[in-house]
């Protein structure tokens, strides 16, 4: 594809239902990230997909929070019982490799603007 | 703990001038750096990746240094246009974990005027 691609781009929804957010990355990315960005603030890593290797999941905010990578390539994350405070953008973005230790680009999606009434 | 921190947190300048961003971090071990443009609405896009070995790097009127001594790094932008118009935001991976974790700073906001 393109680029990486994420849907929807905006999500209203009241608070307690559960969200669903997709991610389709640059096809042969073998990294994947999801990051949130709330209003003034930095970008906060979530969860981090390295190929078949167990996901880094240490920037979950909570158990509501939880991410899948189906067959290496499209991500979902999903949040249970939404509160006020997930509201945010949820960005996702993918590398050829892991860009820690490397400097490979991280290509970024859109964005999924979610607000939770 | 290990942090990226920019200044301004905002800027307004005239189309056509000059101006100097700039990133402090604390993060160590080092690897490199990065700065990235968001427009609104969009998500971030590469500018530059800066390794330990290099002081200045340029992308058309975007030129990066780094001080590894210092850990420091500015963006500096030459003859500013309308487009360049964006948030501007350093970023540094933690590679003292196990994790590849980037750690974003809150960016600089800059807005250019005709």
């Known amino acids: 594809g393109a680029g990486v691609s994420q849907s929807p781009s905006n999500k209203v929804t009241e608070k307690g239902k559960d969200v669903e957010l997709r991610c389709d990355p640059i096809?042969?990315?073998?990294?994947l990230y999801w990051y949130r960005q709330s209003l003034g603030q930095g970008l906060e890593f979530l969860i981090y997909f390295q190929g078949n290797s167990a996901p880094d999941k240490s920037g979950l905010p909570s158990d509501r929070f939880s991410a899948e990578r189906t067959g290496g390539s499209v991500s979902t994350l999903t949040i249970q019982r939404t509160q006020q405070e997930d509201s945010a953008v949820y960005l996702c973005a993918s590398s050829l490799a892991p860009s820690g230790r490397s400097t490979d680009t991280q290509y970024f999606g859109p964005g999924t603007r979610l607000t939770v009434l | 703990k290990n942090q990226v921190e920019q200044s301004p947190q905002s800027l307004i300048i005239l189309e056509g001038k000059n101006c100097t961003l700039q990133c402090n971090y604390t993060v160590s071990p080092f690897s490199n750096l990065r700065w990235y443009k968001q427009d609104t609405g969009r998500g971030p896009v590469s500018l530059t990746i800066?390794?330990?070995?290099?002081n200045t790097k340029s992308n058309g009127r975007y030129t990066a240094t780094l001080d590894a001594d210092t850990k420091q790094s500015s963006l500096h932008i030459t003859a500013s246009q309308l487009s360049d118009s964006a948030s501007y935001i350093c970023v540094v991976p933690d590679y003292g974990g196990a994790t590849n974790k980037l750690i974003f700073g809150t960016g600089t906001l800059l807005a250019v005027q005709p």
């Open positions: 800066m390794t330990f070995s290099e």
């Open positions: 096809s042969g990315h073998t990294a």
